[in-house]
């Protein structure tokens, strides 16, 4: 089964362009963290799109720190980052290095060896078995990565809202999280 998945894996080129074009194209796509030898792996069915520095509602707005050296790229890397004391959440990076945009993988739909709910960020981590240490960690690796499905099925898709970004004004109205209409795993905000 891994090396099935090795051989999906997405390319840097996927990564390498505008960030709401690879959000959209994530949904389907397979997300696999290998632990101890075991694939963890979901199907992405719900993403949030961050376009860089001047999107308010980006880590990145708040300049290049320690916490968001990885969200300043290059593309292709995860961005892991720790919030309310309690939850992980999983980023692509996306465009070109500097650029610092990325996309928030919100819900996945469990594939394999996937336990408790995938439904909000911090359970998609939790289940995938995805921490901080894994920020910065280059998505063409043989232990994190995401992989294109056996099947490319089509999915309509539904634009809404971000979520929890109410503090970034007019950022906060943007259509910039994306999901795949009538997935029972897309979270409920």
């Known amino acids: 089964m891994i090396a099935g998945l090795h051989r999906r894996r997405l390319p840097r080129r996927f990564y390498d362009r505008d960030t709401r074009v ?3 194209e994530l949904l389907g796509m397979q997300l696999v963290h290998v632990v101890d030898a075991v694939p963890r792996v979901g199907r992405i069915v719900e993403v949030e799109a961050y376009l860089g520095p001047h999107d308010l509602a980006a880590h990145s707005a708040r300049g290049l ?3 968001t ?9 995860a961005y892991v980052y720790f919030v309310y004391g309690m939850h992980h959440c999983f980023n692509t990076v996306t465009e070109r290095e500097g ?15 996937l336990a408790g709910s995938t439904r909000g960020p911090g359970l998609v981590c939790r289940a995938l078995g995805i921490d ?5 960690h280059d998505l063409l ?9 056996p099947r490319r099925e089509r999915v309509a898709i539904v634009s809404r809202p971000r979520v929890g970004v109410d ?3 007019a950022w906060a109205r943007r259509l910039l999280r994306f999901y795949v ?7 409920r905000p």
């Open 69 to 77: 050296r990885p969200m300043f790229g290059p593309p292709g890397h």
């Open 132 to 136: 901080r240490r894994l920020s910065g």
């Open 99 to 113: 650029h610092a945009s990325g996309v928030l993988v919100r819900a996945v739909e469990p594939v394999a060896n």
């Open 65 to 67: 720190t320690p916490r």
């Open 167 to 169: 503090y970034a004004g």
């Open 22 to 24: 690879v959000a959209r």
């Open 141 to 149: 690796s043989d232990d994190l990565f995401i992989a294109r499905p």
């Open 181 to 187: 209409r009538g997935n029972r795993w897309v979270s």
